[in-house]
Structure formats: structure tokens, C-alpha cells
């Protein structure tokens, strides 16, 4: 697949998406690379570590985020992004945004992809951006806000019901001008599901490969994994790296993370057993 002049090839290899939220509250490192010094060296970082896309964030989706205007989310994301081209990073960037106005000037800055948490659906004019700027475009499920998602969401299948809706936007995307090779899905693990909801996507995962799309899974230090193991976000890294196994094992092409060495070993091995 060819996103933006940056091609990126599945099924060989996992791919590693690193995370860089330069945000203040995020659940797990908010405020850790606000200063663009410390944001561009955890990027080089992470690349050198095995991470082969980053994902830059300037809003938290975290459960209960409050939403920021895009003109403070772009200065945060800018920034970082510009430097990063003109350092020339030797891979694909991501601009985790549900705006358009900022994905816009984001790909504009040099990212390659939208990773849009509402799915294109958020913003109305997002679709047509991503079209126009032949963006990659990452569509994550998630049931409501990151204000209201985890209020007692229900399901009567919940792999079901998310594939479905995944289906859905897929063909929304594609009537909208979307390249089908532009489209990546992520079944929204965390966003709007409960501990057992998020078990059941990761242990019927082969499902979601009936969409014919690369399969991107998010767990990282996600608290459906503090919620079984009992522990703090910090102590979450083991739990994270046996979901990142097992959703290897049953069809992931990327996984999202925030800890890029360990990750990168363990894709590692588990591609050269099941790939």
C-alpha cells in the first residue's frame, strides 16, 4: 500500500505504530512530550527501537477527555510534525485527530495518514480531505464520545456489531472518494467496550478479517488489562505484550504502543512462528 509517496507492505511483518501524544492528560504519558525537543527525540527514539509508522496526537481520547479547539491542537501537532519531515524520519507519520481542519494542515505538514477515532464520522468535511490529499485512513470503532464510551455499553454480539459497522463505514469511505488501499480498521479495543467486550475482539479477531482490510489493534496499557492483573497503568507493559502476541497470532497487521522495544521483540518472534 502507498500512502502519501510512504508504502508500507502486510502480511510479511508486523508493523509497529509508535506513540507520540503530545498531549497534557492522556492515560498514560499526558504531558511527557509537550516540549517539541523531548517529542522529537522519543520519535527517532522509537523508530530506532523497531516502531515503523508514528502516530501523533494532540487531543487525549482517554475515557472522559474533555475535547480542545483545533486551533490548540494544531500547536501542538505542527510542530512536531514539520520537524520530523525536515529530519527526514524514515517512516510513515500518522495524525491521530477527529478534525479536519487539523488532519488537513497536518497532512499538508507531511503525515501520511488520518487515524480518525469516529470513523470519517465526527467531522463531515473529513472524508473529503482524506480523499483529496490521498491519505491513509485508519477507522477505529468506538461506541459514543471519549466523554460518554464506557457508560454501560451494551452489545448483544459485540464482534458481530462492530464488524458490521466497520463494513458499513468502509463503503461510506469508499463512496466518499477513498482509495480502498488507503484503508486500515481497528476495532476500537478500550472505546466503548467493557473488560469482557475487549476479550471478545481480541479472541474472535480472525473474524475481522472477512473486511479484507489490514487489521490494526490498540491495547496498550489499556485498563481492561489493569482491570484483569489488578495493577497501575506503569506496571501494565507484560499484559499488553501477551494481547500484542495473541492479536499477531490471529490476523493484527499493525499494533499500536506505547512500549516500542519490547513490542518490536515480541512481533519479531511471533511473526518468524506464525507468519
Known sequence: MNFRGKSLTFGDSTHIMGVLNVTPDSFSDGGAYLNINTAITHAKTMVAEGATIIDIGGESSRPGAEPVPANVELERVLPVIQALVSEQ?????SIDTTKAVVAKHALEAGAHF??????????????Q?????EAGVILMHMKGTPRTMQRSPHYKDVVKEVCKALENWINDASQNGIA?????VDPGIG???????????????????????????????KSFIGNLLELPVTERVEGTLATVCWAIAHGADIVRVH????TARVARMTDALYR
Do not use: W, Y
Not at 180 to 184: E, G, L, S, V
Open 114 to 127: 488520518i487515524n480518525d477515532i469516529t470513523a470519517l464520522r465526527g467531522d463531515t468535511a473529513m472524508a
Open 191 to 221: 472505546f466503548g467496550k467493557t473488560t469482557e467486550q475487549n476479550l471478545q475482539i481480541l479472541k474472535r479477531l480472525e473474524l475481522f478479517k472477512q473486511l479484507n482490510k489490514p487489521i490494526l489493534i490498540g491495547t496498550s496499557r
Open 89 to 93: 524520519l524514515d517512516v510513515p507519520i
Open 259 to 262: 512500549d516500542v522495544k519490547a
Open 180 to 184: 480502498p488501499d488507503r484503508i486500515i
Open 129 to 133: 480531505v482524506a480523499a483529496e490529499m
